[in-house]
């Protein structure tokens, strides 16, 4: 479904990125893990086209999008959830929805995307005509997937959604994000601080350290891994 190859990528002259290569399958749920400022977010803005790609390539469903322009890059079935400012706040929760569908043509096709969106997250329902901005930290991540997924997006990329919410809430989220996979046939890639709870939804796993990829392969690969443990994700990880 998705493969970077040999990426080297960054902002303006400067590169973060630094030969990175790895591939998601369809139905694949892929965690990105590794320390802060190690260029997880720089990856991922990467595939939607937000960053300079220097070097490398980027393939979505078998087409070459590298450079492509952010605006074509939001017309495919790819879903973005950023790390920050991933909602409307003055306009309301079923503006945010509606805005998220705009490019699904079919009205029906469209309809049942609304409705499968608030089964997974009743809390946008009973808030539709709120303002995005008055919803709680988790309520506003709902949103946010919500909205991504109103566009029916094959691949679904998260960046840190669980940032800032309390454990329980977080947890939800989590939940939601396997009953997306699962029910709706998504493919995965989440971002994530917590490395332990994300490689324990994942079936693949990439480890960043300072723009390189330290490690890939399975969760169950990392966690026998003692030295990617020790040195990067700290002993409490895995
Ligand atoms: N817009 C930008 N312009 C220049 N440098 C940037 C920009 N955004 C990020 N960087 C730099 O790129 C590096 C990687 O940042 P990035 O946000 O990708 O890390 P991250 O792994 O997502 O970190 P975190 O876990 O804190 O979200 C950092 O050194 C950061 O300062
Ligand atoms: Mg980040």
Redesign the pocket.
């Known amino acids: 479904m998705l493969e970077i190859r040999n990426l080297v990528s ?3 002259k ?1 590169a ?1 990125i630094q030969d990175v290569s790895f591939k998601v399958d369809a139905g694949d749920f892929v965690a990105i893990v ?10 991922v ?1 990467s595939i939607l086209g937000l960053t300079n790609i220097f070097e490398g390539t980027i393939t979505f469903e078998g087409t070459n999008i590298t450079s492509w322009k952010p605006e074509k890059i939001a017309k495919l079935k790819l879903g973005y959830v950023p ?1 920050l400012g991933n909602v409307f706040p003055d306009l309301s929760v079923s503006e945010n929805l509606e805005l998220g569908g705009v490019t699904v043509r079919d009205e029906g096709q469209k309809r049942k995307m609304r409705e499968l969106v608030v089964e997974l997250f009743p809390i946008l329902k009973s808030r539709s005509g709120q303002r995005a901005g008055l919803l709680s930290g988790g309520e506003r991540q709902m949103l946010a997937v919500g909205r991504a997924l109103a566009a029916e997006p094959k691949l679904l990329i998260l ?2 959604p669980t940032a800032a919410l309390a454990p329980i809430v977080a947890e939800q989220l989590f939940q939601r994000l396997v009953e997306i996979r699962q029910k709706l046939n998504v493919t995965i890639i989440l ?1 994530e ?1 917590n490395a332990r709870k994300a490689l324990g939804l994942a079936n693949r796993g990439l480890v ?1 350290v300072q ?1 390189k990829s330290a490690f890939e392969g399975t969760p169950d690969q990392i966690s026998k891994d003692k030295d990617i443990i020790r040195l990067f994700l700290g002993e409490l990880a895995i």
Do not use: A, H, R
């Open positions: 960054g902002y303006g400067l973060i590794g320390p802060n400022g190690s260029g997880k977010s720089t990856l803005k790390q960046d840190e971002v601080q960043l723009g």
